[in-house]
């Protein structure tokens, strides 16, 4: 058995729940931040999406929390309630077998059930700015004890407006505490926020590089506006994904896009800011069970959601920047994976285009699909096209799933 983590600082309590979940190699963030994290330094590290920094901060912050002591010791604040959910399940996955309390706090939630828990003593908070200021503000929350504070996905709390609540925050814990920035990129007012807050931080940066080229497949499609949706229907039907996110600019679009996948007979769902908590719980519970084959979504989820068995990203609309377009793609091609990402190029979009093929330095293949506008699924491709593991591409799949997707098929044909 490997202690490589063990190496690294973290416990070999730990390193054995690691291990029994496949872990057992820490990533290049959790290699360089780890150690610095053990030693108690100040931490700002930039890192995309896919790399492993949700461990790397996770593992030497549980390690550090005394659970004889019944108040506040960890506060992580994140952008989006799907990054709560899915640190939470992590975190909790860590500590099963001790008396460890853990609280996500996020908008949707009960609130009286979030200070109920509160008032109950916990020993690790993980929070969205708003609802955690709100519950600072009504005094419902003690931070005067945290010995450890995690900023994660940084840049997107700043894109998002929410700079002004996490400064408030941040003032309302104890200057002795340990800081985390974790971010995606570094903008000039993440930079500034480091400098006022941290001590004497340690910079570490993971190149991108090892998210956008070495794993995914990129590729350009060429059609045009009118054509699009049954453009994204015959790539659906080409390279058959076991799991597809389907990027769009607008929460009109997504819907608009979800309904006309339903209508072809497409296993498809949408997820975007407008809807209600429980509705996003359930596409995700559909998505994490495997149940799900395309989800439609916003930007909103090309962040917080690490979803297992993603093999193709889909831009529908192009997006306006390289950031973004990292985020997403960032979807696929997780850790030990491949994946490919394929974007929708219009002639008005030919300008995004080339300002994301020259940050990412890289010329990516274009190619045409010839297709017959409008054409609708018959009742047989319908139903083909729902029974997902007729139409999945098992190269393309993870093999982990492989036989799970192989015995279904099969109980299925005996039927």
Do not use: W
């Amino acid at each position: 058995m490997k202690n490589a983590f063990r190496e690294l600082g973290i416990s070999n309590e730990i390193e054995i729940i690691l291990n029994k979940n496949g872990i057992t190699d820490p990533t290049p963030i959790q290699e360089r931040a780890i150690p610095e994290i053990v030693k108690g330094k100040d931490v700002i590290a930039q890192a995309q999406t896919g790399t492993g920094k949700t461990l790397a901060f996770l593992l030497p912050l549980i390690d550090k929390i005394d659970i004889s002591k019944n108040y506040i010791q960890g506060l992580i604040i994140t952008p989006t309630r799907e990054l709560a959910i899915q640190i939470t399940d992590v975190a909790r996955k860590l500590t099963e077998a001790k008396d460890f309390k853990i609280l996500a706090a996020y908008g949707g939630q009960d609130v009286e059930q979030q200070i109920h828990k509160l008032k109950n003593g916990m020993h690790l908070v993980i929070a969205t700015p708003g609802r955690l200021l709100d519950h600072i503000k009504r005094d419902n929350i003690d931070l005067g004890k945290l010995k450890t504070l995690v900023l994660d996905e940084a840049d997107e709390m700043l894109y998002m407006g929410f700079l002004e609540d996490v400064i408030s925050i941040v003032n309302s814990t104890p200057k002795t505490r340990q800081t985390m920035l974790f971010s995606a990129t570094m903008p000039n007012e993440i930079r500034s926020l480091g400098k006022r807050f941290m001590r004497s931080p340690i910079q570490i940066e993971i190149a991108s590089k090892n998210v956008t080229i070495d794993k995914i497949k990129q590729v350009v499609i060429e059609t045009s506006e009118k054509d699009k949706i049954d453009t994204l229907c015959k790539i659906i039907d080409e390279y058959r994904p076991y799991i597809a996110f389907v990027f769009c600019r607008t929460k009109q679009k997504v819907s608009q896009v979800n309904m006309e996948l339903l209508s072809r007979g497409y296993n498809s769902d949408e997820l975007h800011g407008d809807m209600s908590q429980a509705k996003r719980e359930r596409v995700m519970k559909k998505l994490r069970d495997l149940k799900l084959q395309i989800l439609v979504a916003t930007d909103i989820a090309a962040r917080g959601i690490d979803v297992e068995g993603v093999t193709h990203v889909i831009n529908y609309d192009i997006p306006n920047d390289v950031d973004n377009y990292i985020h997403r793609i960032g979807r696929t091609g997780r850790i030990g994976n491949v994946g490919m990402a394929i974007t929708l190029v219009t002639p008005s979009d030919q300008d995004n285009l080339a300002m994301i093929e020259r940050k990412i330095k890289i010329k990516l293949k274009s190619e045409k699909k010839n297709v017959k506008s409008k054409t609708k699924s018959t009742a047989k491709e319908k139903e083909r096209k729902n029974e997902i593991s007729s139409s999945v591409n098992l190269n393309a799949i993870p093999k982990k799933y492989r036989k799970r997707l192989l015995k279904s098929s099969r109980n299925k044909s005996k039927k």
